[in-house]
């Protein structure tokens, strides 16, 4: 079987996968957030937390608890961290310094999980399953929750409550992510993930001398690093290493991971606001970025340059034998496209198109479909956008799902697209600018500045991928990186709130002959190319630095 027709099939098998959960799971969720009953566990941890989940919220009070619950979780990272070498069942590590431990903290609670450490050479069990893994599944209802926000914010109206922020939190957690990440993890273990809290073993190496590995609950952790789009791995290598990823089923089945839960919240959309196929204009324009890209990562990682990579069948650096071009290809763009980061092969290693192709699947805002909860409300953004613009096109005043987009709600939405490419195009330019950051580069010229460039990327987006070229463990980057992070993630939420409680303070909108279809494949390629223009093409100079003339150089 050729390299090319392996890839086709593992395409035509995720998607099957991915179509058969799609209702049965979009429609649980709507049915979770939509209901006004308590389980019993659930109970207990509101007595718990000291929270009212009848108590309806406005979007300042929403937001107060998001904000309240990241801090609290930033600093307990931290603390643990800190504390680490006094902790037992910490194998022996030392603990961590306070500028890591500063950007670990907020690399986890701000669903980044960007690591400039070696994972299995500085966190022991406690904090790997303590701190890490806990902060997976919350960091990720979180965002679930604020996307749950918006649509109420959609489907609400004359009430300015959008729900409540500790019923979503918690509910999400429980009913959602919980009970899918154990059959997930039983999966992953009878593939051949290592899941165990043992300690560390000297083994012999082929040609003589001995190496250090140490167990660890890897499978569990796996589980909801990709079902939570969080990507930050037990080791190092991340899902290259045999222990997190042994082989093309466990590869399949990962990617499945990622991509199940920010797909079938558009099938939760459609529900909650009454209208299915407003969900199947949502995920048409996300699944038309996803295959674009996919095809294009294949064709520029295929193309033969000349008599090595012929008889490598194509771009194999930096790539695992076992997976290939083609599984590594639908990996990269899967875990670049959602807020993921995991990463089977080494995006460094990539062709120049190719790590450009990793590098604006974040800069798109990660939307198709993107992260838990934020792929959802980033793609709802878009859409206002292009309504608005439909309307300038038109002469009449946009509409969206029967709420009119007026000044308000368009200052609130520009907001939301300029300030994560601020974060990157700054940070980046401070960092090239000024000589220590420099210095933390492998490359000089056009790949030396894709590093950098992918380093705030992936920051501000909240992915955590590296284009593993760079030294980041450093004071410079891990500070700033921090910072890019936890305002990249936080920033957005708050005009997505603000947002949310001004639509569902609205009258709805009688729907006249003039109403603009949203539900209609016009309007989902409105919304591509809504995506492409004003997204895509705010980072064109930078990535015409970078990865663009290192691939035309090539």
Not at 163 to 173: C, E, H, I, K, S
Not at 300 to 305: G, I, L, P, Q, V
Request: with cysteine; net charge neutral.
């Amino acid at each position: 079987m050729s390299p090319v027709l392996a890839g086709v099939l593992q395409m035509l098998a995720l998607v099957a996968a991915l179509a058969l959960a799609y209702r049965p799971l979009g429609d649980h969720m709507a049915r979770v957030y939509s209901s006004t009953k308590h389980l019993r566990i659930e109970r207990w941890i509101y007595r718990a937390i000291g929270a009212d989940p009848a108590t309806g919220m406005r979007w300042p009070a929403y937001l107060r608890g998001v904000l309240a619950f990241s801090a609290v979780g930033v600093l307990f990272l931290y603390a643990l961290q800190r504390l680490q070498g006094t902790l037992p069942g910490s194998l022996g590590f030392a603990s961590i310094d306070p500028d890591q431990a500063f950007n670990t903290a907020a690399s986890f609670v701000a669903n980044t999980n960007w690591q400039s450490y070696y994972g299995e050479q500085a966190m022991g069990h406690v904090v790997q399953t303590g701190g890490l893994a806990v902060q997976n599944f919350v960091s990720a209802a979180v965002g679930m929750a604020v996307a749950v926000a918006l649509v109420r914010g959609f489907a609400r109206s004359r009430t300015g409550e959008l729900g409540n922020f500790w019923a979503d939190l918690v509910r999400g957690t429980v009913r959602v992510l919980l009970p899918l990440s154990v059959v997930g993890a039983l999966v992953l273990v009878a593939t051949g993930v290592i899941q165990n809290f043992s300690g560390i073993h000297e083994v012999g190496q082929f040609g003589g001398g001995t190496q250090q590995w140490n167990g660890g609950a890897v499978a569990s952790q796996e589980v909801i690093k990709e079902l939570g789009t969080n990507g930050g791995g037990y080791f190092n290598a991340n899902s290259s290493h045999p222990f997190e990823n042994p082989d093309g089923l466990s590869n399949l089945f990962e990617i499945f991971l990622i991509l199940l839960i920010p797909s079938a919240m558009t099938r939760t959309f459609g529900r909650m606001v009454g209208c299915p196929k407003q969900g199947y204009a949502i995920l048409a324009t996300m699944a038309t970025v996803w295959l674009g890209f996919t095809a294009l990562m294949m064709w520029t990682e295929f193309s033969h340059h000349g008599p090595a990579f012929d008889l490598a069948g194509g771009a194999m650096e930096g790539k695992e034998t076992r997976f290939g071009i083609a599984g590594s290809s639908v990996f990269a763009v899967a875990t670049t496209l959602t807020s993921t980061g995991a990463v089977n092969s080494f995006h460094s290693s990539y062709t120049g198109l190719g790590g450009g192709i990793t590098m604006l699947g974040m800069q798109l805002g990660e939307i198709a479909p993107g992260g838990v909860g934020s792929g959802l409300y980033g793609m709802l953004i878009t859409a206002i956008v292009a309504v608005f613009l439909a309307g300038l096109m038109v002469g009449r005043t946009p509409e969206y799902l029967g709420k009119r987009i007026g000044t308000r709600e368009i200052k609130f939405t520009a907001c939301y697209i300029l300030v994560t490419p601020a974060l990157v195009l700054c940070f980046t330019a401070a960092a090239v600018a000024l000589p220590t950051p420099a210095d933390s580069m492998t490359n000089t010229g056009a790949h030396g500045f894709s590093e950098i460039l992918y380093a705030y990327t992936s920051g501000a987006n909240n992915n955590g991928s590296a284009f593993a070229g760079l030294n980041a463990d450093t004071q410079w980057f891990n500070t700033t990186l921090g910072i890019v992070m936890l305002l990249g993630r936080f920033l957005p939420m708050v005009f997505v709130l603000a947002l949310a409680g001004s639509l569902a303070r609205q009258s709805p909108v009688p729907v006249t002959a003039g109403t603009l279809g949203t539900q209609k494949p016009i309007f989902s390629g409105l919304l591509l190319a809504t995506v492409v223009v004003v997204t895509g093409l705010t980072y064109f100079p930078a990535l015409a630095l970078g990865p663009l003339a290192e691939g035309l150089a090539s």
